[in-house]
């Protein structure tokens, strides 16, 4: 158990629809990343926030949205889904921001999100 | 746009021999680099990373190996252990963005 957590497990939803991720980073940790894990693809980066703020940026569509609130746990919104939108979501955190603490990342179990 | 590539899919060995992974990558800004293992049904776990100013960084039965000049790193498991038949990823770091590979499913035979 890395501590970190993710709701909901599974989410099976329609084309065009939007749905919101959770994630609650381990105690104490400030930052937190989203990565996306399609089925015949490598993990995607696609956002990290730090303390609130966003920090970095990778490949993240624009029909895609996160924050970070005060409380540090984070949402990512997808809207507009489409049949690729299909994978595995995770949400990672750490408790500090740069890149050279990245091996710090603490992982959770994923959201696993099935687009009908 | 692929910046990190880890070309064999699958790599099976047997156990107590030494499993060899490889990543190569593009970007030279890359500066940080990591591995992570994936057991199904659970999110990655970190394994061990290597900062670009060595070529070499160990860790029990781990070590990372890297050729800047080739844009290389390498993964080396020895002894190999059934425990270790996971898939996995590498990754590389600069400031602002980290790029995984696709991973690379490894099977350690009994």
């Known amino acids: 158990d890395s501590g970190v957590t993710q709701t909901p497990k599974h989410l099976i939803t329609a084309t065009g629809q939007r749905v919101t991720l959770r994630c609650s980073p381990r105690s104490g940790d400030l930052s937190v990343y989203w990565y996306q894990q399609s089925l015949d693809q490598g993990l995607q980066f696609l956002i990290q926030y730090y303390n609130g703020e966003e920090r970095a940026k990778g490949n993240i569509l624009e029909r895609f949205s996160a924050q970070q609130f005060p409380d540090l746990h984070s949402e990512l919104n997808l809207s507009s889904l489409e049949l690729g939108d299909s994978a595995l979501y995770f949400c990672?955190?750490?408790?500090?921001?740069?890149?050279?603490?990245?091996?710090?990342?603490?992982f959770g179990p994923g959201t696993r999100l099935t687009v009908l | 746009d692929q910046q990190v590539k880890q070309n064999s899919p699958s790599l099976s060995v047997q156990e107590g021999r030494i499993s060899i992974l490889n990543c190569d990558y593009t970007n030279s800004m890359f500066d940080y680099f990591l591995w992570y293992k994936k057991y199904p049904a659970e999110g990655p776990t970190f394994l061990i990373s290597?900062?670009?100013?060595?070529d070499k960084n160990e860790d029990g039965r781990f070590t990372v190996f890297l050729n800047k000049s080739a844009k290389h790193l390498s993964l080396h498991i020895v002894p190999s252990q059934p425990g270790d038949s996971a898939v996995y990823f590498c990754a590389a770091s600069d400031n602002n963005d980290m790029r995984f590979g696709a991973g690379t499913r490894l099977t350690v035979k009994p």
């Open positions: 290597i900062s670009s100013i060595k």
């Open positions: 990672a955190s750490s408790p500090r921001g740069q890149a050279r603490y990245y091996n710090e990342q603490f």
